[in-house]
């Protein structure tokens, strides 16, 4: 009997499960992991190969979508399925996911890419999960990612807006971070209240952030609808009108507070009819600059201005006018010879036929804003006189004089960077065509049987050269960890500063996805290890680009630091270089640890290399590289380096010196590979990028046909 009872029961219970979540693997024989137990355990899983799970979309955008399997802790994950690749689900369906789990940048999601036999199915329709309810300061805990949750009684306590919308909001527990791509609603503004806000929690770039779906406001009878101002000024009175409205069915009594940093600044209390409004006129004199908070609050309703003082400039101008013209005077005395040097080999090239070509608008802004600054001097020098007219023994001068010197001294400043840049460029194109411009003037000759001189002219011949300026491309649209946008270790600041200053070269940051018309303006393109698949029409137009002149450095990265040697091959191997899944090592010749070698066995006969030297030593972090058929290989690890994959698989044995750096010619561009994309960051107080210049210095005017 009790046995029957024990299968009632079980029968009973498992019919309250929904048949889509108690299915072990589906018919393929993927094993299927329960969300929470992916998310519980996702370091176990991630990049340890795909799985199967399933769950109800509860948000969707242009790159993915959520999913959720019930409701509360680690129930969701993000869908991963290609940037703009809209995927056709909608909030409610039910969906099978066979996807690779990885992190991107700090984000648990499953990425799909149906090249390597990933999907998502929707296998039919489920009821959402209900959110779950938390406080605003738990918003940020990892438990929560990818999760519909909900906030009750929430003060929107700030507000950013940009083309997208930042809120953030506070239960009286610690503030939660809104944003919304597409903007959100004018009357959510600091200050007003949420009865709820539901949304789902993602993380971009390490930051957690709430994606609002719906909320509901209080309506309060008695609101404050505007309130306007010009500015604050330390010590100045700053006027203030509020406007005030009862949008109730009776006649109400306000009590009106102004608060600045919490201490009352202004109250009143008045009588506002039903459907009247009123406007509250009153003024704050702050006594300190900086940011500071300002509270409005008219009975149940508030808003909260953060509000910047500024020094009163009229009081600050008077002592900074002398400065600002000592400034002027200094950066003039540089500026003067230069521009006049400058001017006169823009003659002298012009004369001789150079088109200034890429540098034609940087001449055109030198020109024009040292008219300008001569423009704002000559007023301040007349305005000058004026006062001293008055004054003869006066030494500094108010506002309105002030802003003409200080805005002529800064833009010395730029017009003199501006000058040192193009200046060099100008003088070499000179030195290059000047024997030709100008040859040596003939002297007076005879000819055979006249002994009368003949007259010699000396005609300026016409160069036709046009200056082009070398333009090097970061990608930066991959998620990659090694960028030029961040401004830590992880940064390119060294690298950038060494193509400028040394090589006189343009360096731009790409944030879109790569086009050929993108590229074909570059010379050069820099793409380092992505975190986000370069897709077949990128692939394709990098290729293109390469095939019709253009440089490539592709750089590659650890297994540890999840090399995507997938996206990297899909761009290179068609030429025979290959990346590997795998880590170079070295336990006798590294910087401490096996897996942070040295490296220095070169090919010196290949042009890329003239920089380099048989004893220079680089520091190194990166997978190894197969080739094949005309690829030149450029650096090798030494006699003790080997190679080994994440399982500890060895993949290259000890003396095999594996090949980390490679270069073939493609049509008419060149492409090099190289295995460490942290070799060219700023990483380990320039240890890398240091060491490794003299090899990217030689690799890029290789690439760019300047060998």
């Known amino acids: ?42 370091d176990s899983y991630a990049y340890k190969g795909d799985v199967l799970t399933r769950g109800i979309v509860t948000y969707v955008d242009r790159n993915g979508f959520m999913i959720q399997n019930g409701s509360g802790p680690y129930t969701g994950i993000y869908v991963y399925t290609g940037y703009k690749s809209y995927p056709s689900v ?38 959402v999960p209900e959110p779950t309810i938390i406080q605003t300061s738990d918003y940020d805990r990892s438990e929560y990612q990818s999760v519909l949750v909900k906030f009750v009684d929430t003060t929107i306590t700030g507000r950013y807006d940009k083309g997208y919308t930042k809120l953030w909001i506070d239960d009286g527990s610690g503030e939660a971070y809104i944003f919304s791509y597409n903007g959100l609603p004018s009357d959510l503004q600091p200050g007003a209240k949420f009865k709820y806000l539901t949304g789902v929690i993602y993380v971009f770039y390490n930051d957690y952030e709430v994606i609002p779906l719906n909320w509901e406001l209080y309506n309060p009878t008695v609101k404050i609808t505007d309130v306007n101002y010009y500015a604050f000024m330390k010590g100045v009175p700053s006027k203030l009108r509020v406007t005030v409205l009862n949008n109730g069915t009776k006649d109400s009594n306000v009590t009106f507070i102004a608060k600045l940093d919490g201490t009352d600044v202004y109250s009143t209390e008045f009588t506002l009819v039903s459907g009247a409004s009123k406007v509250v ?23 909260i201005l953060e509000i910047e003082v500024i020094p009163n400039p009229y009081q600050l101008s008077y002592g900074l006018t002398p400065y ?31 088109n200034l070509g890429d540098l034609e608008p940087n001449v055109e802004w030198i020109n024009a804003t040292m008219a300008e600054i001569q423009k704002e001097y000559a007023l301040y020098d007349t305005l000058k006189g004026l006062l001293v007219q008055q004054n003869p023994y006066r030494s500094a001068y108010y506002y309105p004089v002030m802003v003409h010197i200080r805005k002529a001294a800064m833009m010395s400043r730029d017009v003199l960077r501006e000058i040192e840049f193009v200046l060099p460029i100008l003088q070499r194109t000179y030195e290059q065509v000047e024997p030709i411009c100008h040859p040596p003037a003939p002297g007076n000759e005879t000819t055979p049987g006249n002994e009368t001189p003949t007259n010699q002219t000396n005609v300026t011949p016409s160069t036709n050269v046009t200056i082009h300026i070398t333009k090097v491309l970061i990608d930066a649209s991959h998620g990659q960890y090694y960028n030029p946008t961040k401004t830590d270790t992880s940064g390119m600041s060294t690298l950038i500063d060494n193509i400028k200053s040394e090589l006189g070269w343009i360096v731009d940051v790409n944030l879109d996805p790569i086009t050929y018309d993108t590229l074909k303006d570059y010379d050069v393109l820099i793409i380092t290890n992505p975190s986000q698949d370069i897709t077949d029409e990128e692939a394709q137009a990098i290729q293109q680009f390469v095939e019709n002149g253009g440089g490539l450095f592709i750089l590659g990265e650890n297994y540890y630091n999840h090399v995507y040697y997938k996206s990297l091959n899909r761009v290179v191997a068609k030429y025979g270089i290959e990346f590997n899944n795998d880590e170079l090592m070295d336990d006798d010749v590294n910087t401490g640890r096996a897996w942070f070698p040295l490296v220095g066995i070169y090919n010196l006969d290949h042009p890329a290399m003239k920089f380099l030297t048989a004893d220079h030593q680089m520091y190194y972090s990166g997978d190894t590289l197969s080739v094949s058929g005309g690829v030149a290989w450029l650096i090798r690890g030494y006699e003790t380096s080997y190679s080994e994959d994440k399982d500890g698989n060895v993949i290259y044995e000890k003396g095999s010196k594996p090949i980390i750096a490679a270069a073939v ?17 700023d990483a380990y107080y320039g240890n890398y990028i240091n060491t490794n210049w003299p090899f990217v210095k030689g690799v890029l005017l290789w690439l760019a046909h300047q060998e």
């Open 281 to 303: 006129e009153f003024y704050v004199i702050p006594s300190d600059t900086g940011k500071h908070t300002l509270n409005i609050i008219a009975e149940e309703s508030e808003k």
């Open 90 to 127: 909608h909030k409610g369906d039910l969906v099978e996911v066979y996807g690779f789990p990885k992190y991107y940048n700090g984000l648990r999601q499953l990425s799909v890419n149906p090249s390597y036999g990933e999907h998502y199915t929707v296998t039919g329709n489920g009821k």
């Open 1 to 42: 009997m009790k046995r029957w009872a024990l299968i009632i029961a079980l029968i009973l219970v498992l019919s309250l499960v929904p048949g889509w979540a108690a299915k072990p693997a589906n018919a393929n024989g993927y094993t299927y992991v329960p969300l929470v137990e992916l998310n519980k355990n996702f």
């Open 665 to 681: 010619e493609v049509g008419q561009g060149r492409i090099v590979a190289y295995g460490s994309s942290k070799a060219i960051s």
């Open 324 to 354: 600002y013209e000592r400034l002027y005077n200094k950066e003039m005395a540089n500026i003067t010879p230069l521009y006049e040097n400058l001017t006169w080999v823009i003659e002298e090239l012009t004369s001789c036929g150079v």
